[in-house]
C-alpha cells in the first residue's frame, strides 16, 4: 500500500502581496507628491523672478507648503506686492492656496484679514474679508477657463468711503465658442454705504439683493493691449472696438427697484447704442423723491416718461450717442469713463 502523499505547505505570497502592493503604491504616489510640491515651489520662484526682471516686487514674512498627500497648500504670511515704479502695491494679512493633487489646473484661494491696496495715485484703499471669503480659479492650455470669487462678510474702505458687503459674487468667463469675449455675473444680498449719493440722497444708503449678468465682446484683446491693467481696458476698447451687453441688471436700492438691459458699440473713440430701464414700486420712488425735494421739471419728466413705459413689464429706452445718454431729446448725461 502507498504511503500517503504529505500536504503541501500553502503560499503566504496571497497574504502579504496586498499589503506589498499598498505599500508600493503609497511609496509611487509619496515621491510623485514631492516631485510636484518642487515643481510648484520653482514656478512660484520664477513667478517671483520675473516680477523682478519687470521692477516690481513679490515678499513675503513667511512660506509654507503643505497638504500632502492629496492636495497641495501653499500659505504666505504678510503677503506684499509692490507694482513697477507708478504701478499699484498691495499688502495683506495671509494669503492660503490650495490645488487637489489630482487636478493642477483648479486653484482655490483665501486671503482672510486685513489688505490694503495702494493705487498708482498714491491713494490707500482697504478690505477686510472673513473666514468664508474665498475665490477659485481654473485654466487650460488657451488660458483662463473660469474665475469665481465670494466675499463672505466683509468691509472695504475705498476712496475715503465705507462699504460693507454680504455675500458678493462674482463670476467670470470666458465665452467657449468665442474665447476673445469675457462673461460677467455679480450678485450680492446686501450692500451698506456710509452716505447717500449727493445726487440723489433720496435712494438711502442700503442696497438690497442685486444682480448684473452680461458680456464684454473684445475684451481680452483689449486687455492684452493694455498691458493688462484693467483700468486701461475701456480706453482701449473706445479706439480698438468692442461691444457691452447687459442681458439683466435688477438693483434693489432703498425705494428704486430697478432693472436694465443694455447693447453699446464701441468704437471711434465713442460709445454708441442704448439703454433700456423699467421701476417697480413707482409710487414709493416718487414719495420719496418729493419728501427729498429732488422733484424738479427734470425729473418729472424723467419720472414720468419711465413710469409709463413700466406698465404691463415694459421698458423705457434710452439712446446713447457719443457717450451721451437721452430720454427723448433730454440729455441725461454721459457714461462713467467718457472722453470729455
Known amino acids: ?92 494679512s495671509r494669503a492660503e492656496f490650495v490645488m487637489q493633487a489630482w487636478n493642477l489646473t483648479h486653484m482655490i484661494g483665501r486671503m482672510p484679514g486685513h489688505h490694503v491696496i495702494t493705487g498708482a495715485d498714491g491713494i490707500r484703499n482697504s478690505v477686510d474679508f472673513d473666514g468664508h ?44 465658442e468665442s474665447p476673445d469675449d469675457l462673461m460677467v455675473a455679480i450678485q450680492w444680498d446686501k450692500l451698506a454705504l456710509d452716505a447717500a449719493p449727493v445726487a440723489a440722497p433720496y435712494l438711502g444708503t442700503e442696497l438690497g439683493p442685486s444682480r448684473l449678468i452680461g458680456e464684454v465682446r473684445g475684451f481680452f484683446p483689449a486687455y492684452e493691449a493694455s498691458g493688462r491693467e484693467i483700468n486701461r481696458v475701456w480706453p482701449v476698447m473706445l479706439e480698438t472696438g468692442g461691444e457691452v451687453e447687459v442681458a439683466q441688471l435688477l438693483l434693489d436700492w432703498g425705494p428704486l427697484d430697478l432693472g436694465a438691459q443694455a447693447n453699446l458699440t464701441l468704437a471711434n473713440g465713442r460709445s454708441n447704442g442704448a439703454l433700456k430701464v423699467r421701476i417697480e414700486n413707482a409710487d414709493e420712488l416718487k414719495q420719496a423723491m418729493i419728501d427729498s425735494g429732488y422733484w424738479g421739471q427734470q425729473e418729472q419728466i424723467v419720472f414720468g416718461a419711465l413710469e409709463a413705459a413700466s406698465r404691463d413689464d415694459g421698458f423705457l429706452t434710452l439712446p446713447v450717442k457719443d457717450d451721451t445718454v437721452f430720454v427723448g431729446p433730454v440729455p441725461l448725461g454721459k457714461l462713467p469713463g467718457s472722453r470729455p
Do not use: C
Request: proline fraction near 7%.
Open 1 to 92: 500500500m502507498a504511503s500517503p502523499t504529505p500536504p503541501k505547505k500553502r503560499s503566504r505570497l496571497g497574504l502579504f502581496l496586498p499589503f506589498v502592493l499598498l505599500f508600493l503604491a503609497i511609496g509611487a504616489w509619496s515621491a510623485w507628491w514631492h516631485v510636484a510640491r518642487g515643481r510648484i515651489d520653482q514656478a512660484v520662484d520664477t513667478w517671483i523672478a520675473e516680477q523682478e526682471a519687470r521692477g516690481a516686487a513679490f515678499t513675503y514674512a513667511g512660506r509654507h507648503m503643505g497638504g500632502y498627500p492629496f492636495r497641495f497648500e501653499l500659505v504666505f504670511d504678510a503677503p506684499a506686492y509692490e507694482g513697477r515704479p507708478g504701478g499699484a502695491s498691495w499688502e495683506g
Open 133 to 176: 471669503a474665498a475665490f477659485s480659479l481654473s485654466w487650460n492650455k488657451a488660458g483662463l477657463n473660469r474665475f469665481g470669487f465670494q466675499s463672505g462678510e466683509a468691509q472695504a474702505l475705498l476712496a475715503g468711503q465705507i462699504y460693507n458687503l454680504s455675500n458678493l459674487s462674482l463670476n467670470l468667463a470666458p465665452r467657449p
